[in-house]
């Protein structure tokens, strides 16, 4: 295939590339009082030109670099989540960046690292493309994890990630290795093939998977691998858990759709199980472990396994009703989470930033706005209607009850009433219980702007819930059309 | 057609009000002149909507069964789901009853609420909104929608502005009714999945087989026995009604239980016809249980807000052994004492409110000899204990009449039992009513206790005057609802005795 058209197919991903390289050159050669302003500014242009070039580029599956890379409908939906994602948390974090002391210009370059490795996560279509996109956006995180480096939590926390997340990476090697081993190929396309065609599938080829999905579920911080969500949430800095909340989770979940639905598509009878017992874990376990927290990030890295849970019964059902849900259900989740996070950054008393939950105390009082912003982030969280996270839960109930997972479902509606719980007490905290030390009033213009997007995203997605429901269905199907 | 809108404008106009109050918060008054205005933005709102609503009635056509001002508009395309609201005699008066109690809640507020007023008038013309829409949505997942969404507000409502133990009676409201509603949403769902449809009145004819009925009834039972209550799930209702600010807790009476008495003639009865029949007997059991014991409970409280939102499960008992005899009789007279429920019982708990904003006690103990310096309490507190009692000429006669005859045409123990709730129902209002109104006038602090104010005879003239109305000439309300509530029987009926017909060995064991 001609390499120029192989360019023009990953043009969001180059463009990027080059324009990270390009801020890390001026980065040095500028004074450092001014590269982060500069960079992070440039940085959050590149990334919503990305997303234009996503948006406008030509719909249809295309395939580059000897079939490594795929651009389809799927991952130009993923790829508008993820780099809106990536570009709000620049942009809500930045007051809170420069507070800490962490606002050298490396932050929003390795940002867009992350990003790129996301696309190419989303993009793979072969074994080896997935392992490098998710090994870019590893890396990345690794360094923004412990990027305050003068606070032992966020050294611990950084530590904690890359021991973890390098553990996951080699198992989720070591299955790739064993797939190869016994289907022969690491294209997808070559993979489905070889599935397809066996009468019966080797137990090689299954304990491969098996290693490949336990390397997902790490990164998707479902349970039992989910330990290192809470600290590594609870140890970074603020802007970065609302990045590791957001994006990457994303990422990671569609790779999961792509390879479940994609390649292996033929042994859904073997991995549905896996992925069902995933579910409820996660469901379960996040549910009843948040209601004992007190620090609000820890309470969101549960929020964030427990809603990895819900997602994954999407997977589970194996059908393109329930990818579609899972497709709704992320990009529904990513406006939660970053406008979560966002009032979470404004948390501040005297100057430096507050995480306990009993912080929240009164904030109904001293910030109306904010606190009715978050009210409605709880209240979406927890699945009550009409706000926009009903309708995710609604779909994915919806696709679980289509493929007759009755019990999933139950228990899917049980652990949600349990979870509200926990996002009520935020709620109570903040509107029933007296004022402590009033909270800082100064709130800069980009974060209260951004809130106040996805506070009326939430409220008023009710109105016309078709504009989201047919994209994600459009890029659900392209994994489905054979 | 002229009222081609009026059922959304009935729905909608409250946001009008919300929307005019969050101007008040960009215009930056002083905060006392702020809560001024989103008091009197409030009324006139809410005025403005029960205005509306008397046009439905006055438009509406008692001559026809099916449902009327039809409004239908493309929603979810993707999975076929409508914008479809519609009402029928059944839930006409419903719509009322909620339009008609929102004012007068907001009046009640007046000067019980002096923080946060902006905030609560916002909660209030939005439960209002979702109150409104739940009776009037045609379409499963838009009165699903609804239905749940009145949670929010009612939790802040309680939460914020509610009494010390407010924080608990809030989290156990919420997370009762959302477990019931999450069963609901499943049943929702296998229904659409089933059917194909979540169009209520297409349902309605959709024959779903026994085995699916008998599940998809009891996710619903979950739901709609949580809501009423019925026992023993009512145990959030005292808390949620002693904890709640006075306006919240008639709300709550008048209108939030009220739901679930709808939901089983929306739902439960015209679509699951056999699991109905099968469940019946567990419903009269329940009820008897909820109308017996619930009395006693009743008859020993020292709360007088605990004592009647006890009387109001044990008038809920009657409801549910009214809808589920099935019969003209016993269905009217659900709906009839539901309605009339919702006007007295608010009435009761706004009689509480009067007294405890000028001595700030519930506690029955602490009143005693009221008639000596507020004469006119005692009389309209007297109108509603004996409309609560179910004397001929109010309303409540009319309700308890009409499903005591419909629960002996089924089955003459059942009425037998529950008529035992009125003996008792007699004991502990008049009970109630010694202990406040009469006897000596002993307690220094009520000595110079005031009798109502202008704002308080506003706010239960109108309450009277239903109350009366309903008992001296009930054909005004019986008429639009008769032929519903026939259609709804025949369908009933006609399912039973088709499915007998196709399976002539089956014994229907319970009739």
């Known amino acids: 295939m001609n390499s120029f058209v192989d360019l023009l197919i990953s043009l969001p991903e180059l463009l990027l590339v080059v324009t990270a390289m390009g801020m890390m050159v001026v980065g040095v050669y500028t004074s450092a009082d001014r590269a982060y302003t500069l960079i992070s500014n440039a940085a959050v242009l590149s990334l919503f030109v990305a997303i234009g070039l996503v948006l406008f580029s030509k719909t249809g599956t295309k395939l580059a670099f000897n079939d490594l890379f795929i651009n389809d409908g799927f991952a130009q939906y993923i790829k508008v989540i993820v780099l809106l994602a990536a570009a709000l948390v620049i942009l809500i974090g930045d007051r809170a960046v420069r507070k800490i002391k962490i606002a050298h210009f490396e932050y929003p370059i390795l940002i867009t690292f992350a990003t790129i490795g996301m696309m190419l996560m989303v993009s793979a279509n072969d074994l080896m493309s997935l392992y490098i996109g998710l090994e870019l956006q590893s890396l990345a995180l690794y360094v923004v994890a412990a990027l305050n480096r003068d606070s032992l939590r966020s050294s611990e926390a950084g530590l904690k990630y890359f021991v973890l997340g390098a553990l996951s990476s080699g198992m989720l090697l070591y299955g790739c290795s064993l797939i190869y081993g016994y289907a022969g190929t690491t294209s997808f396309a070559g993979l489905e093939t070889a599935i397809a065609g066996a009468s019966n599938i080797s137990l090689g080829l299954l304990t491969g998977l098996v290693f490949l999905i336990v390397g997902l579920a790490f990164k998707v911080a479902a349970v039992p691998f989910h330990m290192w969500t809470p600290d590594v949430y609870e140890g970074a800095p603020t802007p970065v858990t609302a990045f590791f909340a957001a994006a990457p989770k994303v990422a990671a979940m569609a790779l999961f759709v792509r390879i479940t639905m994609g390649p292996f598509q033929g042994m859904a009878d073997q991995w549905q199980q896996i992925i069902i017992v995933l579910s409820v874990l996660s469901m379960v376990l996040a549910a009843l472990a948040a209601i004992s927290q007190t620090n609000i990030k820890r309470l969101m890295a549960y929020s964030s396994i427990g809603h990895a849970g819900y997602a994954l019964i999407g997977l589970g059902a194996c059908t393109k009703e329930g990818t579609t849900a899972v497709l709704i259900y992320l990009a529904i989740y990513i406006v939660m989470v970053i406008g979560t996070f966002a009032c979470i950054l404004c948390m501040k008393r005297k100057g430096s930033s507050v995480e306990q939950i009993s912080d929240l105390a009164g904030l109904g009082k001293s910030h109306p706005a904010i606190a009715a912003a978050l009210l409605l982030f709880m209240f979406s969280m927890a699945g009550i209607p009409p706000l926009a996270g009903f309708f995710g839960k609604l779909y994915i109930f919806l696709a679980a009850i289509e493929a007759e997972l009755y019990s999933l479902a139950v228990i899917g509606v049980l652990a949600s009433v349990v979870g509200s719980f926990y996002y009520l007490r935020i709620v109570k905290v903040m509107y029933f219980d007296n004022l402590s030390d009033e909270l800082d009033s100064a709130i800069g213009k980009r974060i209260s702007v951004i809130i106040s997007l996805c506070a009326l995203t939430i409220l008023l997605f009710f109105l016309s819930p078709s504009l989201l429901v047919d994209s994600a269905s459009t890029a659900a199907s392209v994994l489905f059309e054979k | 057609m002229s009222n081609l809108y009026l059922l959304s404008l009935t729905i ?80 006409l008066f419903f719509v009322l009853l909620s339009t008609f109690l929102t004012p007068i809640c907001v009046i009640a507020s ?197 004592l009647i939102a006890y009387s109001s499960v044990a008038h809920m008992g009657f409801v549910t052994v009214g809808i589920f005899v099935a019969n003209q009789q016993g269905v009217t007279g659900a709906i009839i004492q539901m309605l009339s429920h919702g006007i007295v019982s608010a009435a009761l708990f706004l009689c509480v409110g009067v007294v405890y904003d000028r001595r700030h006690s519930r506690v029955i103990a602490d009143y005693g000899g009221l008639v000596h310096r507020m004469p006119k309490y005692a009389a309209v507190f007297m109108i509603f204990m004996l409309a609560s009692i179910g004397l001929p000429g109010t309303s409540g006669f009319v309700g308890e009449l009409l499903v005591l005859l419909g629960a002996f045409k089924s089955n003459t123990w059942i009425a037998a039992l529950i008529a035992t709730g009125l003996i008792l129902g007699a004991a502990y209002m008049l009970y109630l009513y010694r202990r406040i109104i009469f006897g000596l006038l002993k307690k220094d602090e009520l000595l110079s206790i005031a009798d109502l104010n202008k704002r308080e005879i506003l706010v239960f003239t109108p309450l009277v005057l239903v109350v009366l109305w309903m008992g001296i000439y009930p054909t005004s309300f019986l008429e639009p609802m008769e032929i519903s509530i026939t259609k709804l029987l025949v369908d009933y009926d006609y399912a039973l005795a088709s499915y007998e017909a196709a399976t002539p060995n089956n014994n229907m064991a319970f009739r």
């Open chain 2, 110 to 306: 007046w000067t019980a609420i002096r923080n946060h007023v902006r905030e609560y008038m916002i909660a209030f013309l939005a439960l209002e909104t979702f109150m409104v829409g739940v009776f009037c949505a045609l379409d499963m997942v838009l009165f699903y929608i609804f239905f749940e969404a009145v949670l929010i507000p009612m939790f802040i409502i309680i939460g914020v502005w509610g009494g010390p133990r407010r924080v608990y009676a809030s989290f156990k409201l919420f997370l009762y009714t959302l477990l019931g509603s999450v069963l609901m949403l499943l049943a929702m769902l296998v229904i659409y999945i089933t059917a194909g449809t979540t169009n209520i009145p297409d349902l309605m004819t959709y024959e779903f087989n026994r085995g699916l009925q008998i599940w998809l009834w009891l996710a619903f039972f979950a739901s709609f026995a949580v809501k009423i209550p019925m026992w023993p799930v009512h145990t959030w209702l005292p808390d949620a009604h002693v904890e709640a600010p006075t306006a919240g807790s008639v709300i709550l009476a008048g209108v939030l239980l009220k739901m679930g008495g709808y939901g089983f003639l929306r739902f439960s009865l015209p679509m699951f016809p056999l699991a109905s029949d099968v469940f019946a007997p567990v419903v009269f059991l329940l009820s008897i249980i909820a109308v017996i014991y619930t009395s006693l409970v009743a008859l020993a409280q020292e709360d007088m807000k605990k």
């Open chain 2, 12 to 91: 909608f106009t409250p946001l009008v009000g919300v929307l005019f109050i969050l101007l008040t918060y960009l215009l930056r008054e002083d905060q006392e002149a702020a809560d001024n205005s989103a008091r009197w933005i409030a009324v006139w709102a809410s005025v403005a909507t029960f205005v509306v609503s008397l046009f439905l009635w006055v438009d509406f056509d008692p001559t026809k069964a099916g449902f009327q001002f039809i409004e239908k508009v493309e929603w979810i395309s993707s999975l076929g789901i409508h914008y479809h609201v519609g009402i029928d005699g059944i839930s």
